[in-house]
């Protein structure tokens, strides 16, 4: 799977929006660009996906930039309880040997202030 | 209802002894994958079982073998254990009907070898 580059920390006071970076300049055509995130003593947690639009759930907002080296998950209003280490995987669905391997990096550790 | 569950959730075991962590998923997957969090943090994927099939081993020890009785569980036997084994081990699902294709985690297993 192709690598992530995402800071390694981020702040945010509650209720505020937060904007998580994740830069994937090598990203390949067939690329899914997803989002987990592993709260405190937990496992991680699917929030979003996507391929070329901007994509919304319940959870967050995923906006893709348009020649895809780069993009954005948007929590609308952190909480507390978003505090976690949110991970950028890409992950090419293809076909090919990964069999939905999830290759984890670093991620982005967002600290959450009240 | 829990989707993945695994047990115990504490193991703490002398150097040399022979361990089993078991994992359970309820939600009618077809592939199960064990992770390994280390002390700094990073996931790694270590096995992944596709119908009781083993379909993915990255370059881990041989002390460490998997076992699927069915597609619904997984489970992580390790032989002759390290200190360097300690970590948190995750077991996680990916059902190839999900349109998603996401994985769901579970707890994770806290393994201390002294």
């Known amino acids: 799977d192709a690598k992530t580059t995402q800071p390694n920390s981020m702040e945010s006071n509650e209720e505020e929006p937060v904007h998580l970076p994740c830069n994937h300049s090598t990203i390949s055509g067939t690329d899914y660009i997803h989002w987990y995130r592993q709260l405190p003593s937990q496992g991680p947690e699917y929030v979003i996906h996507?391929?070329?639009s901007n994509v919304n759930n319940r959870m967050a907002s995923l906006a893709i930039a348009e020649d895809r080296k780069s993009s954005t998950l948007i929590l609308h209003r952190a909480t507390l309880r978003d505090a976690a280490v949110y991970y950028c995987?890409?992950?090419?669905?293809?076909?090919?040997?990964?069999?939905?391997?999830?290759?984890f990096g670093q991620g982005t550790i967002l600290t959450v202030h009240p | 209802d829990t989707a993945v569950s695994q047990t115990p959730k504490y193991l703490v075991t002398q150097m040399g002894n022979d361990k089993s962590i078991k994992c359970e998923q309820n939600?009618?997957?077809?592939?199960m994958y064990w992770y390994k969090q280390d002390s700094k943090k990073f996931l790694k994927i270590m096995f992944s079982?596709?119908?009781?099939?083993?379909?993915i081993n990255e370059t881990v020890p041989n002390r460490f073998s998997p076992k699927s009785p069915d597609k619904a569980h997984l489970n992580l036997h390790i032989n002759s254990l390290e200190l360097g084994d300690s970590a948190v081990y995750f077991c996680a699902s990916r059902g190839l009907a999900d349109s998603r294709d996401t994985q769901y985690f579970g707890p994770g297993t806290r393994l201390t070898v002294l």
């Open positions: 996507g391929l070329t």
């Open positions: 079982y596709n119908n009781k099939e083993l379909i």
């Open positions: 939600l009618g997957h077809d592939t």
């Open positions: 995987i890409l992950r090419d669905l293809a076909g090919g040997t990964s069999y939905g391997k999830l290759t």
